[in-house]
């Protein structure tokens, strides 16, 4: 059993795809910064100082009594909020992943087809085939 285990764990699928899975948690952690760190301030900024991580909105006070500086703060005194900056963010992470894999798999098609459609090479023709050619030829000389 042992044995099975390690041929299957292996194969070239199983590694290929740990490593698609290890790289995809990197790179989503980079489109996470690149949300949050870099694209979300200047459209927030635009908007008026919007900060989007801690855009909320509150249904039900918590024990301390609101207005609350931030969605955290909200949290800590009870109060039940939507998180609707956080999710905004979330949706734009998504979206950019998304637009990354596309372009990634457009691109593996397109390799895909240039490297089909190259011609295959003849194939060499049988012995006989050869003699009966060079018999050919040779008859054409005289």
Not at 32 to 52: C, K, Q, R, W
Not at 90 to 98: C, D, E, R, S, Y
């Amino acid at each position: 059993m042992l044995k099975e285990f390690k041929e299957f764990a292996m194969k070239g699928n199983v590694l290929d795809m740990a490593i698609g899975i290890i790289l995809g948690g990197a790179f989503g952690g980079i489109i996470n910064s690149l949300v949050a760190d870099v694209l979300m301030p200047p459209i927030g900024l635009a908007m008026g100082g919007v900060d989007f991580s801690n855009l909320f909105l509150v249904l039900k006070e918590g024990a301390t009594p609101g207005p609350y500086a931030s969605l955290k703060g909200a949290k800590e005194a009870g109060a039940v909020a939507v998180g609707a900056g956080v999710f905004l963010n979330t949706i734009i992470n998504f979206l950019i992943v998304a637009f990354a894999m596309f372009m990634l798999v457009k691109g593996m098609n397109a390799a895909k087809k240039k490297e089909a459609a190259a011609p295959a090479a003849p194939a060499e023709p049988p012995a006989d085939v050869k003699l009966l050619t060079e018999i050919r030829d040779l008859l054409a000389k005289r």
